[in-house]
């Protein structure tokens, strides 16, 4: 019963952001009066923000259908179609199944599988919330990060990053935030950095 309430909304989220590739997802979060603003920093095009949203909701399902220990153990941040996986799961096999399920998701590119094994007590859970939340508190007030184009997931004290960064010297400003923050351990980047021709746009 309750699989079917959440695949039900997870469904309407799918339909939510493919609509908001009308009007522009971040109206959504933060306001139109403000999305102009933001949509000067962010890099990725409204249908892109859209197809990466649908395809994560998508993976959310299918991991539901899994079974629930695929849809709570298991990470998922979608960048330009590449998928990232993260958390810590029971088994190799509950790995493998996250990343099969990844693949066949419409749209994937590309599969970055940081899925451990083993468990996490909720002092860690704890701790990695709180990572999370201090790298993207610093990120946000940097004036030399455009925020918008990173998403972070924390892991047993190691911090993992998507997105795409302006320059180098801007990812590595993000790095140094991560390493900066109380109980990291590690800092694991899939960040894309523009190209000369895309930076000069």
């Known amino acids: 019963m309750l699989r079917a309430e959440i695949r039900k909304l997870l469904m309407v989220v799918v339909l939510a952001g493919t609509a908001a590739g009308l009007n522009g997802c971040a109206s959504a979060l933060v306001g139109a009066g403000a999305v102009a603003g933001l949509a ?12 990466d949203t649908k395809i994560g909701t998508q993976l959310r399902v299918a991991l539901l259908e899994e079974s629930e220990q695929h849809f709570t153990k298991v990470g998922i941040e979608v960048f330009e179609g590449r998928v ?30 940081e899925i451990g094994i ?26 030399d990060i455009h925020a918008i184009n ?15 960064a302006q320059n180098q010297a801007e990812l590595d400003r993000v790095v140094a935030h991560a390493r900066s923050v109380g109980y990291v351990r590690k800092v694991i980047s899939h960040v894309r950095v523009k190209k000369g021709d895309e930076a000069a746009k």
Not at 131 to 136: C, M, R
């Open 40 to 51: 000067v920093f962010e890099e990725r095009t409204v249908k892109t923000i859209a197809r």
């Open 118 to 143: 083993g468990t996490k007590t909720l002092t860690e859970t704890a701790k990695d919330a709180w990572i999370t939340a201090q790298l993207t508190s610093k990120m946000t007030f940097d004036k």
């Open 84 to 113: 990232l996986l993260t958390g810590a799961v029971g088994s190799e096999q509950m790995r493998a199944d996250a990343v099969r399920l990844a693949w066949k998701t419409s749209g994937v590119k590309a599969v970055l599988n």
């Open 150 to 164: 990173y998403s972070t997931e924390t892991v047993a004290g190691t911090v993992y990053l998507i997105g795409i």
